[in-house]
């Protein structure tokens, strides 16, 4: 789940990290009184939950409340990358000598989070990876003993950070982390952290990520997920208690089980087809649920056949079978469905899909393959 920058920036500001004044407004009216509240040149930033806005026009300087008021209007008209611009974060306006990237991500290979920084802020930095990759530097952080202020004040050096700007650094830099872990947070990043003209380190934009399978323990931030930036058939899902990824290719598919359903996608690309998603009914897959899901996967235009790969093994195949072809009935499609299902009364329940009209497969490779064909036959 993402956080907004001006969400972010609070959780960054309770852990030491300055941030400039500011508020978050709703409407254009609001935002002037913002302004005109900090009493000096504000920049108006769209809050949307992509980057780059402000390449898109979604972050502006203005000089007066009145003018604050004008450009808030406009980006609160905009859509940015489709998604509808519905707050504005009013901040006092920094005057920038240096742009510094600070971030925090798993990283999976590493088996631990690492912090990186960059004397290239400001600039997205997976474009600062692809173009001058010399300028990102690392540091991996031990899980046990956390992130130490000599790393710290190493990466400081290592981007070429001034020696009086050192000490303050390595603060922000350890408060990061401290944000981080307190939020179970899978990436939070400054970018910029601003040098300002006039020596301070201050924290123009933020970015927290948190981790979804830790929100349990964070009831009051689950609070701030913001609806309207989810696509409804992600809600759905999440609601329904699906594990549903969205993906770009054709092969809708419909499985009990996540590793069953990764595997379930690598068998798909390498019969040439491209899976529209993942997605892992779980358990049970009573009927209910597999109308849900059924409805999220052909929701999807580019979905031209779907793929059932059910196990039975504590779930009876059988039955997995009834809540498909129940889930069928209030569905009206002529998407090709193909089924393979094994384990327990995996015989009796290809029966009931058979009568269903469903294109059977024994095994994962024929079902694939079944997929696959009919999807390019659509
Ligand atoms: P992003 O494009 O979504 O990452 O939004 P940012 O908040 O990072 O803003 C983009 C850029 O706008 C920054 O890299 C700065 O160059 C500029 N910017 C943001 N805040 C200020 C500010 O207070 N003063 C000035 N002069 N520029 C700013
Ligand atoms: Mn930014």
């Known amino acids: 789940m993402k956080l907004h920058e001006y969400q972010s920036k609070a959780i960054f500001a309770r852990h030491g990290i300055p941030i400039p004044k500011g508020s978050v407004a709703d409407n254009a009216e609001q935002a002037r009184q913002i302004a005109a509240q900090i009493g000096k040149k504000v ?12 390449k898109a026009g979604g972050v502006k300087l203005a000089a007066t409340p009145n003018e604050a008021e004008e450009l808030a209007d406009q980006i609160l008209e905009m859509n940015i990358k489709d998604l509808p611009v519905r707050k504005v974060l009013v901040d006092e306006a920094l005057d920038l000598a240096r742009e510094i990237y600070l971030g925090i991500v798993v990283d999976r290979a590493a088996r631990c989070a690492t912090m990186v920084a960059s004397s290239a802020g400001g600039i997205e930095i997976e474009e600062v990876a692809r173009t001058t990759p010399e300028k990102i530097m690392r540091v991996s952080i031990d899980p046990v003993f956390g992130l130490q202020e000599y790393q710290a004040r190493a990466l400081g050096f290592a981007i070429g950070i001034d020696k009086a700007h050192v000490r303050e650094f390595t603060s922000i830099a350890m408060g990061l982390y401290r944000a981080f872990v307190d939020v179970d947070a899978s990436l939070a990043e400054i970018n ?12 123009a934009d933020g970015k927290i990520v948190l981790d979804d399978n830790a929100l349990y323990r964070h009831p009051l931030l689950e609070e701030l997920r913001d609806i ?6 992600e809600s759905q899902a999440r609601k329904a208690g699906l594990s549903y990824v969205k993906l770009d290719g054709s092969i809708g598919c419909m499985v009990n089980g996540a590793g069953l359903a990764m595997a379930t996608m690598d068998v798909i690309k390498f019969y040439g087809g491209e899976p529209a998603n993942f997605l892992d009914i779980g358990g049970g897959a009573k009927a209910d649920k597999v ?15 779907v793929l059932f790969n059910i196990f039975g093994g504590i779930t009876r195949g059988d039955e997995v079978a009834r809540g498909i072809v129940d889930g ?10 193909v089924v393979r299902i094994v384990g327990t009364n995996a015989e009796e329940g290809r029966k009931i899909l058979a009568s269903a009209h469903m294109i059977t497969a024994e095994t994962l490779e024929e079902g694939a393959q079944k997929a696959v064909a009919a999807a390019k036959q659509k």
């Open 43 to 54: 920049v108006i930033k769209a809050q949307v939950l992509v980057g780059g806005r402000g």
């Open 192 to 203: 910029p952290l601003v040098v300002t003209g006039d020596n301070q380190l201050i924290a």
């Open 228 to 233: 309207d930036e989810e696509s409804v058939p």
């Open 291 to 305: 109308k849900i899901a059924l409805g999220i996967i052909l929701s999807d235009p580019n979905v031209k056949a």
């Open 328 to 337: 069928l009935k209030d569905i009206k499609t002529n998407v090709p469905m």
